[in-house]
């Protein structure tokens, strides 16, 4: 919900609530002024009775409005005021009406004195008061929604401008967030905090990639040491136990010194600046790694076909294509089962490498591209990281279709 | 051969050092870009092994020094930084060949003796080895003056294995050589396997001798006899 969908619910629900209260006091006070008016009618036609009387002792009565009689009653009552019902012929209902009763005494002869006024129904009256507010209240709920509308849309702007900015802002890319500015206090309290946070969050960002980048290179060079050192007390004779001892240690020294090797890849490709590329053809440089690749395509008799459409061609850094290459392509063999197959479709704005799965377990879109997930244990698990890191570094995209058979990953431009 | 080694990290230079000397080369070492200065100026080598980081600066400034003080030679790059900058600036420079550390000693020992045969100091592109003849340029082997046909692996490895006799080769420096190191993947080494198995059967069809041996699970070595 919009925050101003949200203050103007509560200014509604407000609203709904101060009209009602408004309502019920507008109407009593309508109520009590009426029935004051009324009755001050009243007595002054009272009293404009008795001086007609006076004068003229001739009797008037018009019926329901005014009653003037003879009455046997000889003491004078003051006058008393109070509301009746009196069937009216005209509307064939019972009325409300206002009586004011009195007996007078007007040249020692006494009258009886019933002067009476139509009332308005408490219900009309209810009716009015009601419809007049809701009245108004229809006019500012629509009054509200068109200046909300137009102040959302021109006041808000800014606000939504930045939200997009955000929403795109990367601290991969080497850009500062650039904000639109705003008059408007909060907009402004906000937009400053933001470029302090997101220029704090980068720096930390790219002292955390080049403490990667520089502790992979620190690594690399004791790991080179251990590696060759081993290499070099395999060249004397051994007992069997000692070799075994060795070449394991080797090995694990050799498979640490691949991780960090690829780690330091991935470090690299996040860091590196822009550098001009060459303008390749990716069909050749498939057509190298095949062949470099030939001994694990042969030993897992793989059969590799290549169909061209057209050429697809990149602005690329030729050993960053060729690492993106080798990895899909390794990726498809490892996958692959014996006797299996691997075909390349190139088109002009794709390449698919399509290769028939080593068992029939679907694979998780999702997870695939994570650092550390891999198939079998004999990989660091990091060569569709690799791939993946390459594609956004090279406006590339990179997907995955799959059957029970058979999975194809799709390289676009 | 001279060979002048450049390298700041002792354990290394030391074993690389030890290496080449068991090969008779001339070795001489300089642990920063002052002492290296000083060596290549007063000597000619016919290689260089180059460290990019120097405690006293970048490896690659030594370039245009090697160029000015030296006749016949090659500059082979090592270093730790895997990076193409650094790669593609020291080729542009005048360096022959690159090599990421970590590195297996055969693979360092291939790369030079390739190094040496495009150089061509000494006008030899054929390599022999008791009656095996091996000529780079044509990529042709010879058992006994028979041509034998082998497959560019198998040629590569053929290669491998004679430069680098008497000396116990990995099945990980092997595969590494075979494919180059980009990959996240080395199912198992089975190929080797399959490339040595055909390589034998084919110097045994021209009525060669094999020298090759496997050892204890680890690997392979070409021996001389």
Redesign the interface.
């Known amino acids: 919900m919009k925050l101003i969908d949200k203050s103007n619910k509560q200014f509604l629900l407000l609203l709904i609530v101060l009209l009602s209260i408004s309502s019920v006091v507008i109407f009593s006070l309508l109520n009590s002024y009426i029935k004051a008016e009324l009755d001050e009618k009243l007595r002054n036609d009272e009293w404009r009775i008795i001086q007609k009387l006076k004068l003229n002792p001739h009797i008037i009565s018009i019926s329901p409005i005014l009653e003037v009689n003879t009455t046997s009653e000889s003491i004078e009552r003051i006058s008393e005021i109070k509301n009746v019902k009196i069937y009216d012929f005209i509307e064939k209902e019972n009325e409300p009406y206002r009586e004011l009763v009195s007996v007078k005494k007007i040249n020692e002869k006494f009258y009886s004195i019933k002067v009476r006024q139509s009332t308005i129904e408490n219900k009309d009256l209810l009716f009015a008061v009601g419809s007049t507010i809701f009245t108004v209240f229809a006019v500012l709920v629509v009054a509200l929604f068109l200046i909300n509308n137009r102040l959302s849309r021109k006041l808000w702007k800014p606000f939504y401008t930045n939200i997009n900015r955000l929403k795109l802002f990367s601290f991969d890319e080497n850009s500062k967030l650039e904000l639109v500015k705003s008059d408007i206090d909060e907009f402004y309290q906000l937009n400053q905090s933001l470029e302090v946070l997101t220029v704090k969050l980068s720096k930390d960002y790219i002292a955390l990639k080049e403490f990667t980048e520089n502790a992979s290179?620190e690594i690399?060079?004791p790991?080179?040491?251990v590696?060759?050192?081993i290499?070099?007390v395999?060249?004397h004779e051994q007992t069997?136990d000692n070799?075994?001892k060795l070449?394991s240690a080797?090995?694990a020294a050799?498979r640490l010194?691949?991780l960090n090797?690829?780690l330091?890849?991935l470090a690299?490709l996040e860091n590196?600046q822009k550098?001009e590329v060459d303008r390749l053809n990716l069909g050749e440089i498939i057509q190298l790694q095949i062949?470099?690749?030939?001994?694990?395509i042969?030993?897992?008799e793989i059969s590799i076909n290549v169909s061209y459409s057209d050429v697809f061609e990149l602005n690329i850094?030729k050993?960053?294509a060729?690492?993106l290459i080798?990895?899909i392509l390794?990726?498809a063999?490892?996958h692959n089962s014996v006797k299996g197959f691997i075909t390349l479709v190139i088109t002009k704005n794709s390449i698919h490498f399509t290769n028939s799965k080593a068992s029939e377990k679907m694979i998780n879109e999702e997870e695939i591209f994570h650092r550390f997930k891999k198939g079998?244990s004999?990989?660091?698990?990091?060569?569709l990281s690799?791939i993946q890191k390459i594609c956004i570094v090279s406006q590339l995209t990179i997907s995955i279709e799959q059957t029970d058979s058979e999975i194809t990953f799709i390289l676009k431009k | 051969m001279k060979i002048l080694i450049i390298e700041d990290v002792i354990a290394l230079q030391t074993t690389m050092k030890e290496f080449f000397e068991s090969k008779k080369h001339i070795v001489f070492t300089a642990s920063n870009k002052f002492e290296a200065e000083d060596s290549l100026l007063v000597n000619q080598f016919e290689i260089i092994l180059l460290d990019i980081t120097l405690p006293d600066g970048n490896g690659l400034d030594l370039i245009s020094i090697i160029k000015e003080t030296q006749k016949n030679f090659g500059i082979l790059i090592l270093s730790a930084k895997n990076s193409i900058d650094d790669k593609i600036n020291g080729l542009d420079l005048g360096a022959d060949d690159y090599l990421t550390k970590p590195f297996h000693i055969a693979e360092l020992n291939s790369r030079i003796n390739a190094l040496l045969r495009r150089k061509n100091f000494n006008n030899q592109d054929v390599i022999e080895f008791n009656e095996i003849k091996i000529n780079t340029t044509d990529q042709e082997v010879f058992i006994a003056e028979i041509n034998i046909h082998l497959t560019s692996k198998e040629f590569q490895l053929l290669l491998y294995l004679v430069i680098n006799k008497e000396r116990v080769l990995t099945k990980e420096s092997i595969a590494d050589h075979l494919l180059g190191n980009h990959i996240d993947y080395i199912d198992n080494y089975d190929f080797i396997y399959t490339h040595i198995k055909n390589l034998r059967k084919k110097i045994e069809q021209a009525n060669g001798k094999d020298y090759l041996k496997t050892i204890h699970g680890i690997g392979y070595k070409y021996f001389s006899k």
């Open positions: 290179h690399q060079t790991l080179s040491i590696l060759m050192n290499d070099e395999l060249q069997e070799y075994t070449y080797f090995q050799k010194s691949n090797e690829k330091l890849l690299r590196s550098r062949k470099s690749l030939c001994p694990l042969d030993v897992k850094d050993e960053i060729e690492i080798v990895n390794s990726n063999i490892k079998n004999d990989s660091v698990g990091l060569g690799i």
